[in-house]
C-alpha cells in the first residue's frame, strides 16, 4: 500500500481526527503543505494510495479558480486523481475543489456558516456507500465553517443534506466523499480557529458557546470520522 497523501491549503486546517485514526489503523500517510510547497506534480499519483484535501479560512476563496495559478494547477491535480479512480476525501473548501475538478458549480453561501449543524442522510441514495450504510442514526450533528457551496458533481452521488447546504455530502467514483464540513474536526481545531479567526465569529459569547458545542458533540463527531477514516481504508491499494 502507498502512502495517503494529505493536502494540506492552511496551517491550522489539519487532518484532526482523520490523521488520529489513520495513526491508529496504521495507514501510512504525508502531508504536502500547499502553502509553502506548492502544487505537487502529478507524476506522484500513480505511487499514491488515496487522498484527503483539505479546506482553509474565510479568507481561502476558491469560487473563482482563474484567479490563482494555484487553484487552477490543484483542480487539475485532483482531476488526474479522479481520472486515476484515487480514493479522495475532500472537506470544506477541499471538497468545493474537488466538486470544480468534475465540473460541479461552486458558488458563495447565502450566508456563512460557523458552528454545529444538524444533517441528515437520504436512506434511498446512502444503503450502498460505504460510509453511511454504517451511521445508524440518520440525523446527526456536523461542524461547519464555511462561506462557500458545491453543487452535485456531475456522475456523482447524494448522500447528505442539510436545511441550508442542499448537497451537504456527495461522492465521486464510488470511492470518492465531498463533505461540505469538517468531519475532521476535534476541539484543540476548534479552539485555534476561533483564536486566530475570532472576526468571524463576532463576538466572546458566541465563541463560547462553539467551544461548549464542541465539546458536546466531539463523541459522536469522533465515531463518525472513524468510520469515514474505516470505509476509506477499504479503497485503498
Known sequence: MGKVFILQNAALFTAGTFEAELKRREIPY??????????????ILPSISGLIVLGGPLTFRVTNPDSSPNLSKQIQFLRKALELQKPCLAVAQGACLLAHAQGAYVEPAPEKQLGWISAEIYPDYSRN???????????FPVFTWCDTLHGFPPQGYWYVHAAKCRYLSTGINGNSYLFNFHPEINEEMVSQWLQHYFQDVGSKERAAELLEQT???FPQAQAFSRKIIHAFESFLR
Open 30 to 43: 504525508t502531508y504536502h503543505k500547499i502553502y509553502e510547497e506548492g502544487i505537487p506534480s502529478e507524476d
Open 215 to 217: 465539546r458536546e458533540h
Open 129 to 139: 456507500s460505504v460510509i453511511y450504510s454504517k451511521v445508524e442514526e440518520k440525523k
